[in-house]
């Protein structure tokens, strides 16, 4: 793949949204939330970029960050060690006074020398909650073209319930936009209205000077959300071009969209849209070969490598090294990394974190409409 | 700064045994065990056994190999000193040669170990399989004050004479070295695997390369040469899993053998001692509802409609729904179309077989062979491959090849 010489730099919000799963990041945030057999959430996302040739990105972290660390490392598995730029972690910065970042804005606020020393002219803004396969190049070249300060990606979509129910103004934001003749009209702040939307995927294309005027007024005047208190008031002044993205998105919206999201890659049409375009970098664990073992009955299961068969598991997503001994039964399970289902154990409807033991014989069941969650190192 | 010592792996074999297999593929490239090239094993040794600094020596069809090594980062061999170096024969200013044997390959990069100064080499094969540590072989050569240890195989008597084989003492030190003896003395196999104090391999290759007489090979000149200057030479005893995957069907065998680790010994599945690979990237293989997987390996990438026993599938590989794949090894990228029945066989990578062709046959009275499909052959729509046929061209649809 031909890397064009993309004048843009990226700037990761791992933690966004992280309010909608609770669960899931007790122990990690969104970023590092295991999705698809084998990946991270932030592995799409900064694939997406590092394959447009955007190897200049900051990851602007801010709490229970650990597992994005170990995950990240040097960054080598997305070939984002670089003398010149790669990746960048950036934790709140410990002062006297610091206190956690609130909102992107306070959070660029805090890097703004960095970003006034970098060369890129573009600047990508883009959180971890979507698993998508995305074209950065189309989008800049789409800004470019359009000669808009700031563009914003969004896709058309049925807009998820669970946003409406898990979502409120004190846990965190989401947009849809009114569009006229390709420039954003009106943005609308956790709406409560469903149906068909245009759902803003906050993506942002922006000058790099401009976002570092608009930050730093902003921030000076107390305000954290770059979309709800700088785009938002200043739509008149501004033109923030739409960007419709028609490619495949899987959007976190809470434990059942987790679910569901994951559920849907067993379907060979979502797997291929998601996975076509650009590959997608992950970790590297080398662990070997799944191995099924006689006695071992499957269908329908995606599993990723590592794992040892020997029972029956049906419409389930397993992560690597998952053990399902013999004689027992996953129907419609994730299992993510390292979890060991005992001969005998009958389980259905469940999504286990890491490390989760399913003893001998135990039954345990939940619902479509409601999975059961079984934390990170339980035992059943 | 010194290193205590550093290995050599000789990667330069043809492999002329593995026909198709190694038509554009130096022999430690070809793929193993579901996610493996053959020199993963070494190279992952060494790792694990706390040697930091690797020559790879190559000479046939290389660049897959050298692209596979790549800097070595997969098996945490990029170092700041030391690290993987792929070493082809090169050009010098009273010119190039070949890499004449096996000590000649060594002799020619004596400045290359010079550069470390160690006080041991390992000189190691790039065409076996065999999970081992080396630092136990060098505390045994330490222990033993040996100048030279070759690590061998106990194989039953009568398979002996097909071995280069170590006569010893009851103190493990060697007093007779006899390659494919009709009459053996011992049992004891050379795996080719030979531990050296630096000063003593140096003198001995020197001495080896100023006679013209000499094959430069490790086996029939170097060892005989220190058993007749009476050095200390000892055995040290392997009992792990090791193979030489040389032929079609050891490889074939080799690779059933993972299948079963609880009876063969060849446990993949070992945290402690993990073999390394540059990885695939692709996802978590997929296995869809009405296929049959039975006791078998699969890997990232895969896409099973079909039916799949016994076997072991690389990267990729795409079974389409009523193909049947039985006692096979498919390596990576090869779609399999429906219909099609593929046997006790190894189909190398990127291959497409057509729908309802027939590759390969179970052993039955008389008939007894695996059928080997090359790199990237496209087998027609209701072809037929025979058992004992090597394929390294398209085959049409509807014909035969035997």
């Known amino acids: 793949m031909v890397k064009s010489n993309t004048s843009a730099l990226g700037i990761l919000f791992p933690n966004t949204y992280d309010a909608l799963v609770p669960e899931l990041v007790n122990v990690r945030l969104m970023a590092s939330i295991p999705f698809a057999s084998r990946y991270r959430m932030i592995d799409f996302i900064l694939s997406s970029m590092a394959n447009c040739g955007i190897d200049n990105i900051s990851v602007m972290v801010n709490n229970n960050y650990h597992s994005l660390m170990d995950h990240l490392g040097s960054g080598r598995e997305w070939d984002l060690v670089r003398k010149n730029g790669g990746l960048n972690i950036f934790p709140p910065f410990a002062e006297k006074n610091s206190k956690l970042y609130t909102g992107r804005v306070d959070a660029m606020a805090s890097i703004l020398d960095f970003l006034r020393s970098q060369k890129e002219k573009y600047v990508v803004i883009a959180d971890t909650n979507i698993a998508v396969n995305f074209d950065f190049n189309a989008m800049i070249q789409d800004h470019i073209e359009s000669g808009a300060d700031v563009t914003s990606a969004y896709n058309v979509q049925e807009f998820p319930e669970s946003f409406l129910r898990n979502l409120s103004n004190d846990k965190g934001f989401y947009y849809t936009f009114s569009i006229d003749n390709g420039r954003i009209t009106k943005i609308y702040v956790n709406t409560k209205e469903t149906g068909v939307q245009n759902f803003g995927m906050n993506i942002h294309v922006i000058d790099r000077e401009l976002l570092i005027d608009l930050v730093n007024t902003a921030f000076v005047r107390g305000q954290q959300y770059f979309e709800r208190d700088i785009l938002l008031p200043q739509l008149n002044r501004l033109h923030v071009h739409a960007y419709k993205y028609d490619g495949y998105v899987a959007r976190i919206s809470g434990m059942k969209s987790y679910f569901d999201e994951n559920m849907k890659l067993l379907d060979d049409y979502n797997l291929d849209a998601l996975f076509s375009g650009s590959p997608i970098y992950t970790k590297i664990r080398d662990d070997n070969p799944t191995r099924y073992i006689e006695g071992a009955k499957v269908e329908n299961v995606m599993v990723a490598d590592g794992c040892i068969i020997e029972g029956t598991v049906e419409n389930s997503i397993l992560f690597r090294g998952v053990k399902v001994e013999r004689g027992a039964v996953v129907k419609n399970c994730i299992l993510m990394q390292d979890t060991v289902i005992q001969s005998g154990a009958q389980i259905e409807y469940l999504i286990t974190d890491k490390n989760v033991l399913v003893s001998h014989g135990k039954e345990m069941r939940g619902t479509d409409t409601f999975p059961v969650y079984i934390a990170k190192g339980h035992t059943i | ?402």
């Open chain 2, 1 to 402: 700064m010194a290193k205590e010592m550093i290995a050599m792996l000789l990667a330069g074999g043809q492999g002329s045994r593995l026909y198709a297999l190694t038509q554009k593929l130096a022999k430690p490239a070809v793929p193993f065990g579901g996610k493996y090239r053959i020199i993963d094993f070494p190279l992952s040794n060494c790792v694990n056994s706390g040697i930091d600094t690797v020559g790879i020596l190559t000479q046939y069809q290389p660049l897959v190999l050298n692209e596979y090594i790549g800097n070595g980062q997969p098996w945490d061999l990029d170092r700041l000193y030391g690290g993987v170096h792929v070493l082809p024969p090169y050009q010098q200013a009273s010119g190039s040669d070949w890499y004449k044997g096996t000590a000649n390959a060594i002799y020619q990069n004596l400045s290359f170990i010079e550069r470390y100064d160690p006080q041991y080499v390992i000189i190691l094969s790039g065409d076996q399989i065999c999970k081992q540590d080396y630092s136990d072989f060098l505390k045994f050569h330490k222990e033993k004050g040996a100048e030279f240890s070759v690590a061998v195989m106990e194989v039953p008597w009568d398979e002996a004479s097909r071995f280069g084989l170590m006569v010893t003492d009851a103190n493990d030190r060697i007093t007779e070295f006899q390659e494919k003896p009709k009459n053996p003395k011992s049992n004891l196999a050379s795996m080719g695997i030979y531990i050296f104090n630096w000063d003593i391999l140096k003198k001995y290759l020197t001495e080896d390369e100023a006679d013209p007489n000499s094959e430069n090979d490790f086996g029939n000149n170097i060892i005989p040469n220190l058993l007749r200057d009476n050095r200390e030479m000892y055995a040290y005893h392997f009992s792990g899993y090791w193979k030489d995957v040389g032929t079609i069907s050891s490889l074939w065998e080799a690779n059933m053998e993972v299948l079963d680790p609880e009876h063969s010994g060849i446990n993949l599945f070992d945290n402690d001692w993990k073999i390394y690979s540059r990885n695939s990237g692709m996802t978590g293989h997929k296995i869809s509802a009405g296929a049959v997987v039975e006791n078998s390996m699969i890997t990232d990438g895969c896409r099973i409609k079909g039916t799949v026993k016994h076997s072991i599938l690389f990267a990729g590989v795409k079974v389409e729904k009523g193909a049947v794949i039985e006692d096979a090894v498919i390596m990576g990228g090869t779609v399999v179309k429906s219909g099609a029945v593929v046997r006790h066989c190894i189909v190398a990578e990127n291959v497409t077989i057509g729908e309802d062709a027939v590759v390969g046959a179970m052993p039955s009275e008389g008939e007894n062979g695996v059928a080997t499909i090359g790199a990237g052959v496209v087998i027609g729509d209701n072809a037929k491959i025979g058992p004992k046929a090597m394929v390294s061209k398209n085959v049409e649809g509807g014909e035969e090849q035997w």
